[in-house]
């Protein structure tokens, strides 16, 4: 066959060359579309096992963050009863710092009482009568295991 008949049979069947044509198109055309759908599928199943991966973590992170949570409460309830504990230390250290300073307020007043109690007795002891001088030494004299009256 030469191209001079290719070219008749083209020319007098142009309708079905046309139609040969666009059912290769179309061939074509089918076949770049079932790449592309691939790709899209192959795109779209990694990026849901992505999507997947992006859950686990983010759930990961959720608990750890309630984790975290539960940690502060517990700080801030630690520390919460650390500040009752504080002040109620703060409040029995002034109570006790009251009553030390009225029990040393009574015992000044008690010491001043005795001192002059004591001084009233010294100078008592120290005019006694000379009858009284004389007995204590009788009573020296008498009973030896006694001392310091």
């Known amino acids: 066959m030469t191209w001079a008949l290719i070219v008749r049979w083209i020319i007098k069947n142009w ?12 061939a074509m055309l089918s076949l770049y579309a079932q ?6 599928i192959i795109i779209t199943n990694a990026r849901a096992s992505d999507l997947a991966a992006w859950n686990v973590k983010a759930n990961g992170y ?5 984790q975290r949570d539960a940690v502060i409460a ?6 919460a009863q650390y500040v009752a504990a504080t002040k109620a230390n703060r409040d029995a ?11 040393q307020a009574e015992f ?12 009233g007795w010294s100078k008592a002891y120290s ?22 009256y």
């Open 15 to 26: 309708r079905m060359v046309l139609w040969l044509g666009f059912a290769g198109l179309f």
């Open 35 to 40: 790449a592309e759908h691939r790709k899209v």
């Open 62 to 66: 959720k608990q750890a963050i309630i």
């Open 74 to 79: 517990s700080y801030q309830e630690q520390e």
């Open 93 to 103: 250290l002034a109570k006790a710092q009251a009553d030390s300073a009225s029990a």
């Open 108 to 119: 000044q007043r008690l010491q001043a009482i005795a001192d002059k109690s004591n001084a």
């Open 127 to 148: 005019q006694r009568p000379d009858s009284c001088h004389a007995a204590l030494a009788a009573l020296a004299t008498a009973c030896p295991t006694i001392k310091e």
